[in-house]
């Protein structure tokens, strides 16, 4: 009997992942928009109305994400909310294409054991009452291939740059543009 059970999981695990990508890739039609805004609406953790996820939308234990009024995210954006305390986002929050979302890093601090097995680090972030790994207070606007670091709190109003890569705290209603670049080599030299 419990060879049974355990061939009939690893089945359903199969036809959940088999259901879930084709969800998360059916192009953005009628119906590829409102599967996508119907089952994630059902996973995350709060979701208010006007849910927009484009083509390629994932997220990495939705069930630990809050989602307020007005959440729009492009192409292949993809939230990892694994080993951490969740995501805030307020109302009117929109990510641009291939934006990451990283809420939790590797312990490191054993240079005897690998990595990978070290276990996670997550920051704490207190807002509204609750615990946090990143928030996005509402009204914010993050452009096409920004990277979203752990421990990263987004004021009201604070605007993205494409491209760039984010930690710690963004200033209410300021807008943060690419790091500078930095010289690797010199091709004249």
């Not at 999981?9 to 990508?21: K, M, Q």
């Not at 006007?50 to 989602?67: D, Q, T, W, Y």
């Not at 939230?79 to 890093?105: D, K």
């Not at 996670?120 to 207190?126: A, G, N, V």
Request: aromatic share 14%.
């Amino acid at each position: 009997m419990a060879l049974i059970k355990k061939i009939f999981l690893a089945i359903y695990d199969e036809f959940t992942g088999i259901f879930l990508n084709f969800v998360t890739y059916y192009p953005d039609t009628r119906l590829g928009l409102k599967m996508r805004k119907l089952y994630y609406k059902s996973k995350f953790k709060q979701c208010g109305s006007n849910l927009n996820l484009m083509k390629g939308f994932r997220a990495s234990c939705p069930e630990k994400i809050v989602v307020g009024e007005r959440f729009s995210c492009n192409n292949f954006t993809y939230l990892n909310c694994g080993s951490c305390n969740g995501i805030y986002f307020g109302n009117n929050v929109a990510l641009g294409p291939n934006v990451y979302i990283r809420t939790a890093n590797h312990n490191y601090n054993n240079k005897n054991l690998d990595v990978r097995d070290q276990g996670y680090q997550e920051k704490k972030i207190s807002y509204k009452g609750n615990i946090y790994s990143v928030v996005f207070e509402g009204n914010n606007w993050v452009g096409a291939n920004v990277i979203i670091l752990p421990g990263t709190h987004v004021k009201q109003g604070a605007i993205i740059g494409a491209g760039t890569v984010v930690s710690g705290k963004i200033k209410e209603n300021g807008v943060y543009v690419q790091n500078p670049p930095i010289l690797a080599f010199n091709r004249s030299d």
